[in-house]
């Protein structure tokens, strides 16, 4: 048999049916909603009069439009609220799977879907949502789709597609203390571009991520997508099982033998080979702080804010010269001088109780710095309670960051939760576009670690020199 | 799902690489329960000020580009988040195609589901055809984009260009195969019995 790598081996166990104009029917194993996405998809199914084909296939949450402060007394925005209200008549009509807003289960899908064992190795996941890279952390082929897609899988369990091609990322070496696994993927994203990805699928591999957590597995493949590919994968090792057995959907007794031989199989061949190779040492990498507002446009704690005259294209620098004018940087400065107003912890890349764990052992025993907004929102219900059981609330309160309930929240800001104009926060989020955390905010994208210590210290500063505690 | 042959129009020119989906579209918009509506908020930050007033510098508040049907864009066009939303708005405000060095997959893929066409053609090309002054044609069928004298065809797999062309609705195709696709389900619970979902969360 041909070598495989591990993206084609799951594809070739979900192919359907070749069409005779060469696309492919590939079967979708598992299927997450939330509110945003969704609202015209069922709507074009009832226009249709079509049934939905596998109910239990799904699993639906609110996340993008929830409030994070007092939540038991409803939602106050009004077109947020329809939303989810949309989201609630939807799911009970069609008799899907939903968390409730005020369920400790509830949170952000691509926490959500692993915390409940909904995330299993080598299937296919999709959800209107294109960080749903992140479950390729699990070794699934996970991937972000549009409305009319998710309406597609409502109907057929199927999705047309084209085969993508294979990208190989090789991390070598060991990573520094300090360091984790957001760091790995600006880096990598600063390498290769936002577009670097493209048309590919990317398994990461090296004896860097075979030592991450799952949690850290996640926040990597959850930034696939901002280096162009759809999906990431890391093959399942005895770090996913351990993760996954006991959790609530995920597979008992002697499914889960069985589930577990298969499991094991799941690697790319040796003899693998891939279109496109990519290798990044990360032994003496240094914390890594976005300047622009692409997440490609990245350096390291110690560097500076580039200078323009030196891109090598004139559409760069006119690229560049926007991005500085819109941060309100200019060239030469360097990243730790740059002072920060506002710090987001949280999001589907970084806010999972590793993550909070790691930004709390920063904050612990100082304080925000002065004029500074601060804000921790948990992934989901489970992870606040965790963080809360562990005294991280405490930790962070004590030191003057807000603690909230779940939701994307500032990452997106379609709640409440929105930076005012020229507002520069460090966020432990995915994108730092224009506009992206509110009108005119200013994102540079870092670690958990990175963004307590620039919360604590008012400016961005080497998270090794504060770890310790104090 | 309206079909797409040959396509007249203004070209607007938004030559910026990377232009995303949050730009297109920001996030208050994509509250929305419909696809509709969506053309007076396409590229709105960069649209209106502060205040809701229109930019005069911006292109398409420019007294003929406000008319386009074509936008010719900077490379990795549409990357980002998954919203169709970006595509609906395009296609709200008037917009059929879109002509760029290339596009990120999943903005790509939801034009074909809306009837967009985004035709790649190399940077040299989209800056020639933004000094043409007057109309481009679109042609689909024979994937070409002509104007101001000049001609540059572009390749599509021919599945896309089908769709496009018959204006085919996805899911009826894809009924064609539920044959295939119960067949695949049944041997799956026999070869794959852990992935049957037994418990609810
Ligand atoms: S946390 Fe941010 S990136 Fe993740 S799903 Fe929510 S809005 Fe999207």
């Keep these: 048999m041909t070598p495989r790598t591990l993206y084609d081996k799951i594809w070739d166990d979900h192919l359907v049916a070749t069409r005779a104009d060469g696309t492919c029917l590939l079967y979708i194993d598992r299927h997450l909603v939330h509110e945003v996405t969704s609202p015209q998809a069922f709507e074009g199914l009832r226009e249709a009069r079509r049934p939905l084909r596998r109910p239990n296939a799904i699993l639906s949450v609110a996340d993008h439009n929830v409030p994070t402060l007092n939540r038991e007394k409803g939602i106050a925005d009004e077109t947020c609220r329809l939303q989810v209200e949309e989201l609630e008549t939807n799911v009970k009509a069609y008799g899907v799977p939903y968390l409730p807003l005020l369920d400790d289960r509830q949170g952000i899908v691509h926490v959500v879907g692993p915390e409940q064992g909904f995330t299993l190795p080598g299937t296919t996941i999709v959800c209107g949502d294109s960080h749903t890279s992140t479950h390729g952390a699990f070794g699934a082929l996970a991937f972000g789709i549009g409305t009319s897609e998710v309406e597609h899988v409502l109907a057929t369990q199927t999705l047309p597609q084209r085969k993508s091609r294979n990208l190989r990322v090789r991390f070598l070496g060991a990573l520094p203390p300090g360091l984790g696994a957001k760091d790995l993927a600006l880096a990598l994203i600063g390498r290769i571009g936002t577009a670097g990805g493209t048309g590919h699928v990317m398994e990461f591999t090296g004896p860097a991520v075979r030592a991450l957590s799952m949690e850290g597995r996640m926040t990597l493949c959850n930034m696939s997508i901002e280096g162009g590919a759809r999906s990431g994968l890391v093959a399942p090792d005895d770090v996913t099982f351990a993760y996954l057995e006991g959790r609530p959907m995920v597979p008992k007794d002697d499914l889960w033998d069985a589930a577990l031989t298969h499991w094991q199989s799941l690697r790319s061949d040796e003899a693998a080979t891939f279109d496109t190779e990519v290798a990044l040492d990360v032994s003496a990498l240094a914390p890594q702080v976005t300047w622009g507002t692409s997440p490609q446009w990245v350096t390291d704690i110690g560097g500076r804010v580039p200078d323009p005259a030196e891109a090598t294209s004139a559409d760069d620098r006119q690229a560049m010269l926007r991005a500085l004018d819109y941060m309100g940087l200019k060239p030469g400065t360097l990243i730790q001088d740059i002072a920060l107003q506002a710090v987001f912890i949280g999001s589907c890349t970084n806010g999972r109780i590793e993550d909070l764990r790691e930004a709390a052992a920063v904050a612990k025993g100082r304080k925000v710095a002065p004029g500074l907004r601060a804000l921790v929102v948990p992934g989901s219900g489970l992870v606040k309670r965790q963080a809360e059981a562990e005294g991280l609330d405490r930790i962070f309160l004590a030191a003057g960051f807000e603690w909230r309930q779940p939701g994307c929240s500032m990452c997106l800001g379609m709640n409440d939760d929105r930076l005012e104009e020229g507002v520069r926060c460090a966020s432990t989020s995915n994108r730092n576009f224009e506009g992206r955390q509110g009108r005119g905010s200013r994102t540079h994208l870092v670690s958990p670690g990175m963004a307590a210590a620039a919360a604590v210290t008012g400016h961005f500063t080497d998270v090794r020199q504060l770890m310790g505690g104090q | ?201």
Aim: some cysteine; charged content about 20%; aromatic content about 8%.
């Design chain 2, 1 to 201: 799902m309206e079909p797409f042959t040959t396509l007249t129009g203004i070209a607007a020119p938004l030559l910026r690489t990377n232009i995303d989906t949050d730009l297109i579209i920001p996030k208050q918009f994509l509250k929305t329960l419909v696809r509709s509506g969506l053309g007076r908020h396409l590229f709105s930050e960069i649209r209106y000020d502060a205040d809701g007033r229109e930019r005069p510098d911006f292109v398409l508040n420019q007294p003929p580009y406000r008319a386009a049907s074509i936008l010719l864009a900077g490379p990795n066009f549409g990357c980002g988040s998954s919203r169709e939303h970006a595509p609906w708005a395009l296609k709200d405000f008037g917009i059929r195609a879109i002509l760029a060095p290339s596009f990120a997959d999943i903005f790509f893929t939801n034009c074909f589901a809306n009837g967009l066409l985004p035709a790649v053609l190399p940077m040299e090309a989209i800056e020639t055809l933004a000094t043409v002054k007057g109309p481009l044609t679109v042609d689909l069928p024979a994937q070409q984009v002509r104007g101001g004298g000049h001609t540059f065809t572009f390749d599509l797999e021919p599945a896309r260009k089908a769709v496009l062309l018959e204006g085919l609705d996805e899911i009826k195709r894809t009924e064609a195969n539920l044959g295939d696709i119960d067949a695949f389900e049944a041997r799956r619970r026999l070869n794959a019995p852990w992935l049957e979902i037994h418990t609810q969360p």
